[in-house]
């Protein structure tokens, strides 16, 4: 009577100590050699959707003609490290800016640089300024950490890309 217990109990157990095993192989970098090169996606490009706040920064040779594009909330930016442009510029559920001089500018799906060549292209047509520097930062590009870590919270990426091993 004894015997079908321990056949049962022997049973359970290993069906408990083998469902934890994974019959997949993960790759975590075990088998990568010293000294080869590894192709990585360099040429990636962030792309802006609803709700993000961009930084957006106009500069020229001639600062006095770059002022009217660096107004936010109705203060002047006088410099892509002025606090007043923390706050930056938000997509609004239409994919749309609503940008000093130039008004309603839709962004949504655009890549950094397109958007950047778009406002860049719009002051030159209107003829307010000459070869303008057009500076896009993502303000609100963050990540969490959660679990059994050293130290759990939310933190801010500098740029616009950050891999899982950073």
């Not at 290993?14 to 192989?25: D, F, G, H, Q």
């Not at 001639?62 to 892509?80: H, K, M, Q, R, Y």
């Not at 609503?98 to 799906?109: A, N, R, V, W």
Request: charge should be negative; aromatic fraction near 8%.
């Amino acid at each position: 009577m004894k015997k079908p217990v321990y056949l049962w109990a022997s049973l359970l157990a290993v069906l408990l100590l083998t469902s934890c095993a994974s019959r997949k192989n993960f790759v975590y970098l075990q088998d990568m050699e010293m000294g080869l090169k590894y192709p990585i996606e360099t040429k990636h490009e962030a792309v802006v959707h609803r709700d993000d706040r961009l930084s957006i920064t106009v500069s020229c040779k001639n600062p006095e003609l770059a002022i009217p594009f660096n107004i936010c909330d109705g203060s002047v930016t006088a410099d892509a490290s002025s606090k007043v442009n923390e706050k930056g510029y938000r997509v609004d559920v239409n994919g749309d800016i609503d940008f000093p001089i130039l008004g309603k500018l839709h962004i949504e799906g655009m890549k950094v640089s397109e958007v950047r060549d778009l406002i860049k292209q719009k002051i030159e047509a209107g003829e307010y300024m000459k070869d303008p520097l057009v500076s896009i930062e993502f303000l609100n590009f963050k990540y969490t950490v959660l679990g059994a870590v050293g130290s759990n919270g939310t933190y801010t990426v500098d740029g616009d890309r950050v891999t899982l091993l950073e």
